[in-house]
C-alpha cells in the first residue's frame, strides 16, 4: 500500500518530534533576515515594555525603603508597579502575537515574509486576549491540582492562537478547537515542548543571546510546523525544496 499524501489526518498527520525542528532550522538559516528577524522584533516588542516596568516597581520599592519610607507602603508601590507591568506584557502580547504566528505560518507555507507582517494582525488583539486570559486561568487551575492536569491543559490548549490567526475563530472557540486538534498528540506536543526548553536553556547559557537570536525563532517556526501538520495541511518548503502542490514559490 503506498503512504498516505501529506496532510491526511491521522496519517500524515502524524509526526516525529525531529521533523518540525529539522524543517525549522533550514527555514530560520537560510532565511533568517525575513522570518527570523521579525519575530525576534515582535517578541521584544511584547516583553520589553512589561519587564522595564517589573524591575523598576522592585527598583523603587528598594529605593523608597532606603529613604525611609515604611516598609509595607513601599512595597506596595513596588508590587503595584510590577502588576501594571504584567498587565502592560499582557496586553502588548494580545496586540502583537497574532502577526508573530502570521510569519510563522507563512515561513511554513513557504510564503513571503517581511518585518510588516509582525504587527499586521493588531485588529486580533480582542480574541487574542481573551484567549490568554481563559488559558491562563486554565492552566493555573491545573497547576494547583498536583501540576500533572496543568501540564495537559497548557498542551491541549497551546494552539489557540494560530488557530485564531489561521481560521479566524473567537477567543473561546481557539480554545476549545485546540482541545480537538490535540487529541492524539499531546506525548509529542510533551516531547515538543522539552526539546524547546532545553534549546532556551542552551540560548541562556550563551549570554542570553542565542535564546533571543536563535532559540527563539526556532521554537516558534517548528510550533507553526506541528500546528499545521495537525491541522492535516500540506507543509511548504524549505529554502531547499520545492514548494508543495498548491504553494507559491518563496521569495
Not at 69 to 83: E, K, P, R
Not at 99 to 104: E, F, I, P, T, Y
Not at 207 to 227: E, T
Request: aromatic share 8%; net charge positive; proline share 7%.
Amino acid at each position: 500500500m503506498p503512504p498516505a499524501p501529506m496532510g491526511v489526518p491521522g496519517a500524515a498527520g502524524t509526526w516525529s518530534v525531529g521533523e518540525p525542528w529539522t524543517f525549522a532550522w533550514a527555514v530560520v538559516t537560510q532565511r533568517y533576515p525575513a522570518v527570523a528577524v521579525p519575530i525576534i522584533v515582535a517578541y521584544l516588542v511584547m516583553v520589553l515594555p512589561g519587564y522595564i516596568l517589573n524591575f523598576g516597581g522592585g527598583l523603587l520599592s528598594g529605593i523608597l525603603r532606603s529613604l525611609g519610607l515604611d516598609y509595607s507602603v513601599a512595597s506596595a508601590i513596588g508590587s503595584l508597579t510590577s502588576l501594571a507591568g504584567s498587565a502592560v506584557t499582557m496586553v502588548l502580547s494580545a496586540y502583537v502575537l497574532g502577526g508573530l504566528v502570521d510569519v510563522a505560518l507563512k515561513a511554513v507555507r513557504g510564503q513571503p515574509t517581511q518585518l510588516r507582517d509582525a504587527f499586521a494582525k493588531g485588529r486580533l488583539m480582542v480574541p487574542m486576549l481573551l484567549a490568554i486570559v481563559v488559558n491562563a486561568i486554565l492552566v493555573t487551575i491545573g497547576m494547583v491540582l498536583l501540576i500533572v492536569p496543568g501540564v495537559i491543559v497548557a498542551i491541549g490548549l497551546s494552539m489557540y492562537a494560530p488557530l485564531i490567526v489561521d481560521q479566524g475563530l473567537s477567543g473561546i472557540d481557539a480554545l476549545k478547537r485546540s482541545w480537538e486538534i490535540t487529541k492524539g498528540h499531546k506525548m509529542n506536543l510533551f516531547l515538543f515542548g522539552l526539546v524547546a526548553i532545553v534549546l532556551a536553556c542552551a540560548g541562556v547559557v550563551a549570554c542570553m543571546v542565542g535564546a533571543l537570536l536563535l532559540s527563539l525563532p526556532l521554537s516558534v517556526v517548528a510550533w507553526a510546523w506541528v500546528y499545521l501538520r495537525i491541522k492535516g495541511e500540506p507543509i511548504g518548503q524549505t529554502p531547499a525544496m520545492g514548494p508543495a502542490p498548491g504553494y507559491p514559490a518563496m521569495r
